[in-house]
């Protein structure tokens, strides 16, 4: 049944349907409507050589095809490692500022530390620095003096 109505559809592109094949099955009143909408349309201008051309693309996809996975293209390659190239570029600089940055304001917070710091003591106490310094240096146990005292 499917074949012979697939037969019957291709036989109304040649000719109008009948009233008994219409009656049979009314589906192909709506496919013999745009089969004669269809025949109403103009054929497209065509260039001569139009096959010859669509021949040549056929070739030329067929080709580039079968180019294609044999290897590196580069054409397609260089531009991305451009792209990666100099975006490591601004990732390194980025990183240089950011470490520059970070240093400088690490040497003005020691600077605002210092001074703060408490003033440094007077030019009095540091002539005698050496007599204070000889002070606090515990000295010795005198062997003498211990056997006396014991």
């Known amino acids: 049944m499917e074949n012979n109505s697939s037969n019957l559809r291709e036989s ?3 000719r109008p ?18 089969t004669a909408a269809l025949g109403k ?4 201008p065509v260039a001569s050589n139009f096959t010859a051309r669509v ?10 095809a079968a180019r294609s996975p044999q290897g590196w293209n580069w054409r397609s390659l260089f531009p991305r490692l ?7 570029v601004f990732i390194g600089v980025t990183v ?3 470490e520059a940055s970070s240093h400088r304001q690490e040497i003005a917070r020691s600077v605002a530390m210092v001074a703060r710091a408490e003033a440094l003591p007077s030019v009095d106490a540091l ?10 240096q515990s000295a010795h146990a005198d062997g003498e003096l211990l056997a006396v005292l014991q």
């Open 55 to 64: 021949l040549a693309a056929i070739e030329r996809e067929e080709k580039s």
């Open 12 to 14: 109304l592109w040649r």
């Open 17 to 34: 349907p009948t009233e008994d094949e219409l009656r049979a099955q009314p589906e192909l009143q709506t496919e013999a409507r745009l």
């Open 41 to 44: 349309i103009s054929d497209a």
């Open 127 to 136: 002539e005698n620095l050496d007599a204070i310094q000889r002070m606090s």
């Open 96 to 98: 240089q500022r950011y």
């Open 82 to 88: 451009a792209v990666a190239t100099a975006l490591l």
